[in-house]
């Protein structure tokens, strides 16, 4: 196999870098940012004050030389000079006052055609060369220190031999002097004079130069105290940025070993001890407590579900298997036996038939194509399942005048929720002579629900439901009267179906306690758009026989 290209090698060590860096915990990742942040912050913090420090300096540097200069161009000046030897001697008489070392000022003068006046004679030719120093190296030194005489007037630095970098300052000193001859070039600087006869103006050249090493000195010790604060605070920066990364991802580590323990199977453990914790910590803690319970419900749920459906397709399975034995047990059954097992077998598979399609309808609720929704005329479509309902049982059905508009929903789902709540009705009603097992429907606008509200009010005067059960009856498979239920071939599904469909629509339902007694049972839909309303009173449909 050939080795990958060193492009694709070095690709895959910088994704590994990026995989390893992503993989790092959240205290070392902090940490990292930490440690970058305050390295950058000192890093401009150091070329700021080294760079200002050496700025500064160098300015109370040019301050110093430039006063220097005055004073020995003031020297100059105030002397009445009336020969260039005059001038030198003036110059060299106020320079042996301001003898040199590493650490004080260069002066010097250039006068015409007298020589120079200075305090650094080796700077500027010396006879022999130093002490410990061969002719050869006085020579360079003595090329290297004509840059002094060469500079241009004003400020420079200057690199000299023996003193290092060097700031300097040049400026020129008219001097009026009658004893200046006109014409010819200066001995020792080289520089020409103009001019011609008495009062003739001559011109010293002065310069004044300070060494930068206490410059540089300074800037080393900014160097070295930047360095080693640097280290200590890069060392503080990286402990707090730890602490603190272990105090602030607490709750995530115990949030990951709740969660540990409920990919377990255990859903009981929860977050607890937050209330001393950030905002967002106690947030973040509180929503993944809820969507915990929420999960244990879920669970719960399932299971219970799960074992209702079994128990529901155990019962009509038990009771086909026994008639089936009963049957079998017989080895010339009467034909009136076969087809007593023939109508009970009959009956079961009817009722394994409806609670599978029950079942199969809660699991489409909870698909995005469950409903197909359209406007319905609501008084027309009313009538139409109004009319489908009176023939199932002799009770007295009352319906309310509907208010006229259109509501936009699934005509099949609405009439099979309205359906459920009028068959609930019926079940836990008593039918008898006129006056009793009342069945009504009407339609209410609900105000505190908004304008685009409509309820389905459907009431009995029934047993009722108590304040303990309102709530559970729109559970699956719960029944009040279970033993009622399923002799009458219930499967403990309509309720919880109607609250389906419900909120498919962007509704609810509930159950209350009617006045005068029975249930009251309230199914709110949106999208509700009013007309004109033109009927009134109410619809009485007296008792009627099963068809």
């Given amino acids: 196999m050939r080795p990958d290209p060193p492009a694709r090698r070095g690709g895959g060590s910088v994704e590994r870098r990026r995989r390893g860096w992503a993989a790092a915990s959240l205290r070392w990742r902090l940490a990292g940012w930490v440690v970058l942040v305050v390295l950058l912050s000192t890093g401009i913090a150091f070329f700021a004050v080294y760079r200002g420090t050496g700025t500064q300096l160098r300015r109370q540097i040019d301050q110093e030389i430039a006063g220097d200069a005055d004073e020995l161009e003031s020297a100059l000046v105030s002397t009445h000079l009336r020969t260039p030897r005059q001038a ?3 110059a060299r008489s106020y320079v042996r006052g301001q003898p040199f070392d590493a650490s004080s000022t260069v002066l010097f003068a250039l006068v015409p055609r007298a020589g120079i006046a200075t305090n650094t004679p080796e700077l500027f030719g010396s006879p022999g060369p130093d002490d ?31 003193v290092g970098d060097m700031r300097v300052v040049k400026r020129t000193v008219p001097l009026p002097a009658e004893g200046f001859v006109a014409g010819g070039k200066s001995g020792a600087s080289g520089e020409s004079s103009t001019g011609s006869g008495s009062g003739a103006v001559r011109q010293v050249t002065i310069g004044v130069g300070e060494t930068l090493a206490n410059v540089a000195h300074a800037q080393r010790g900014v160097a070295r105290a930047f360095v080693l604060a640097g280290l200590l605070t890069l060392a ?26 409920i990919d377990a199977g ?16 106690r947030v973040l803690a509180d929503a993944f407590n809820r969507m915990l319970d929420r999960l244990t419900d879920a669970f ?22 026994g008639q089936l034995e009963v049957l079998a047990a017989q080895e010339e059954p009467a034909p009136a036996e076969v087809r007593r097992v023939e109508r009970l077998v009959q009956a079961e598979i009817t009722r394994i038939t409806r609670l599978v399609d029950d079942l199969l309808l809660l699991a489409k609720a909870e698909q995005t194509n469950f409903l197909r929704l359209e406007p319905l005329d609501l008084p027309a479509f009313l009538e139409d399942l109004w009319e489908g309902v009176v023939p199932l049982a002799p009770r007295r059905f009352e319906l309310a005048p509907p ?49 685009g509200w409509v309820r389905f009010v459907v009431r009995d005067d029934g047993p009722g439901i108590s304040p303990e059960q309102r709530e559970r009856v729109f559970d699956r498979f719960h029944r009040t009267d279970a033993a009622r239920d399923r002799a009458s071939g219930g499967t403990g599904l309509g309720l919880a179906i109607v609250r389906a469909i419900a909120e498919a629509h962007g509704g609810r339902v509930a159950a209350t306690a009617a006045e005068g007694g029975g249930a009251r049972m309230e199914l709110d839909l949106p999208r509700f758009t009013p007309g004109e309303r033109t009927d009134k009173g109410r ?9």
């Fill in 132 to 162: 410990g120093e061969s002719a050869v190296v006085q020579e360079s030194e003595n090329r290297l220190s004509q840059r002094l005489l060469t500079a241009p007037l004003g400020y420079s630095t200057l690199d000299l031999p023996d």
């Fill in 266 to 281: 255990d859903l009981h453990p929860r977050i607890q001890d937050v209330h001393r914790e950030g905002a967002e910590v």
């Fill in 539 to 547: 619809a009485v449909f007296p008792m009627a026989k099963h068809a």
């Fill in 403 to 451: 208010p006229s508009g259109t509501l936009v929903a699934d005509p099949d789902r609405l009439a099979q929720a309205l359906r459920n709540l009028l068959a609930n009705a019926i079940a836990h009603t008593g039918g008898g002579g006129r006056g009793s097992g009342l069945v009504h429907l009407e339609v209410e606008r609900p105000g505190e629900l908004g304008p």
């Fill in 88 to 90: 030198l001697a003036t």
């Fill in 300 to 321: 719960a749920g399932q299971r219970a579900f799960v074992a209702d459906a079994s128990h529901e397709l155990r019962t009509p399975l038990t009771v086909i298997r």
């Fill in 236 to 261: 503080g920066a990286l402990i707090a940025s730890l602490l603190i990364g272990t105090r602030f991802s607490r709750p995530l580590r115990r949030m990951a070993g709740v969660a540990a323990l």
